[in-house]
């Protein structure tokens, strides 16, 4: 595959962007190699600055659950557009998306939109902590909830030892109050809030996480985590920024029936513009300024475009129910991925909910971050460029989720097979 005009793009882009990137996910450095250059899409597909096709499993990293330029989308942000860009004033267009959230969303009967997913948790992290009165959040190792400097966490070596900072410029007072658990280890839970339980503002969590790979909550964790809130008082905040209108319109809560105190979310709700939001119940989310006192506040926030196109998104999501089509496409997928991964004596496990799945390089099914930093990276490192020769863009880390968006076609989905077919008898 022809790379030259985005290999000429990329090192000018690094001559004035650090890592030729804006975020570090596209530099390509789970993979190797350099990224390649985008220069539209349409559906399901992308189109390269070299004038490569490629089937598209990234979707933007979630927002593209209708792919890309869907029409419904685009003419709601061309008629929003030629009324202005920003007003710094309320659009009805704020309340008309709020609306939409309120109704799909079990646990939010408020919501207030932020610019990033990243700003939807810090948000929801200070109005928990502003709201209890207490300072210790409740995290889970490799479950991501943005660059958050709290939340930016590694596991301390005992089960309820306080993080330490996963980056350089963050101080140890930034994570002194956060707690890192194992994902899905009911137990560690458990132990951290007899000792800490009326210290503990919050437990936010992933409730499917879709950061270290997608790994599948246990039911039993979601409802023990619902409890031991409940009896400590703390509330818990389910980070719906990927999976929400994801794995079900009403997000992860609905599809497993346990409702969070708090919900974030992202990607989707903007269907491709630059949207957060954080909501939950009333009462606590009239502790943000202007009712209450905890502080939060955006000059671009509830930007009358991003609001058209995630209304737009949400009202075709709402109209077309498409979540028993893209489950069925999923889960087809993710048994013919298996399938070639079996027939070439390739060690693997497939986890899938909803539209998104991950090919791990792992034998074993991925349960938390312990299980998934064992996954072999080399491996996957050529699947990925064996499939990118394929014409599969596939998210370049082993630790990321796959999409299926509802333009992928039957066919679109049994090429892909065939293809990681054809690739995954070479990596042994
Ligand atoms: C993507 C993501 C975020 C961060 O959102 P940004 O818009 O990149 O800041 C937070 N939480 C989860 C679960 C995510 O998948």
């Not at 997608?214 to 409890?227: G, N, S």
């Not at 630059?274 to 009239?286: F, I, L």
């Not at 930093?373 to 080399?378: I, L, P, V, Y």
């Not at 499939?387 to 992928?408: D, G, K, T, W």
Request: hydrophobic residues 40%.
């Amino acid at each position: 595959m022809k790379q030259t005009q985005s290999h000429q793009e990329f090192e000018r882009a690094c001559r004035v962007i650090p890592g030729g990137v804006n975020s570090p996910a596209r530099a390509f450095g789970g993979v190797g190699g350099e990224p390649l250059l985008i220069e539209g899409g349409e559906g399901a597909h992308l189109f390269d600055i070299d004038g490569n096709k490629l089937l598209d499993y990234v979707g933007s990293w979630g927002p593209h659950i209708l792919g890309h330029r869907h029409p419904a989308v685009v003419e709601a942000i061309e008629s929003s557009l030629w009324r202005g860009t920003s007003f710094g004033a309320p659009t009805v267009q704020e309340t008309e998306l709020a609306e939409l959230v309120v109704e799909a969303v079990p646990s939010i009967e408020k919501v207030r939109m932020v610019n990033s997913g990243t700003e939807a948790t810090m948000s929801a992290i200070r109005l928990a902590r502003g709201f209890s009165g207490r300072d210790k959040i409740v995290k889970f190792a490799g479950c991501y909830h943005g660059h958050v400097d709290s939340l930016l966490v590694q596991a301390g070596s005992a089960a309820t030892t306080l993080g330490t900072p996963s980056s350089p410029g963050i101080p140890q007072g930034c994570t002194a109050d956060t707690l890192v658990m194992e994902y899905n280890d009911t137990g560690q839970l458990a132990d951290a809030f007899a000792a800490h339980g009326d210290a503990i503002s919050c437990v936010i969590l992933e409730p499917v996480a879709g950061n270290m790979g997608v790994v599948i909550p246990e039911m039993e964790f979601l409802q023990t985590a619902r409890e031991l809130c409940d009896r400590h008082g703390a509330l818990l905040i389910f980070d719906e920024v990927m999976t929400g209108f994801r794995v079900a319109y009403g997000g992860a809560q609905e599809r497993f029936g346990v409702t969070p105190d708090m919900t974030t979310l992202g990607k989707i709700i903007g269907g491709g513009m630059p949207v957060g939001a954080y909501g939950g119940r009333a009462d606590v989310m009239d502790a943000i300024s202007p009712v209450g006192p905890v502080y939060q506040a955006g000059t671009l926030s509830g930007n009358p475009l991003a609001m058209a196109c995630g209304i737009a998104t949400l009202k075709t999501l709402k109209e077309t129910d498409p979540y028993a089509e893209l489950e069925r496409k999923t889960e087809r997928l993710a048994a013919g991925l298996s399938e070639a991964a079996t027939a070439a004596d390739v060690p693997h496990t497939v986890a899938q909910i909803g539209s998104m799945f991950t090919l791990f390089f792992n034998p074993e099914p991925v349960t938390n971050y312990t299980v998934s930093s064992r996954n072999n990276t080399d491996r996957f490192a050529r699947y990925f460029w064996g499939m990118v020769e394929q014409q599969i863009y596939l998210p370049c880390s082993q630790f990321e989720a796959n999409f299926v968006s509802v333009r992928h076609t039957d066919d679109d989905i049994e090429a892909t097979i065939a293809a990681a077919r054809d690739v995954i008898v070479t990596l042994l």
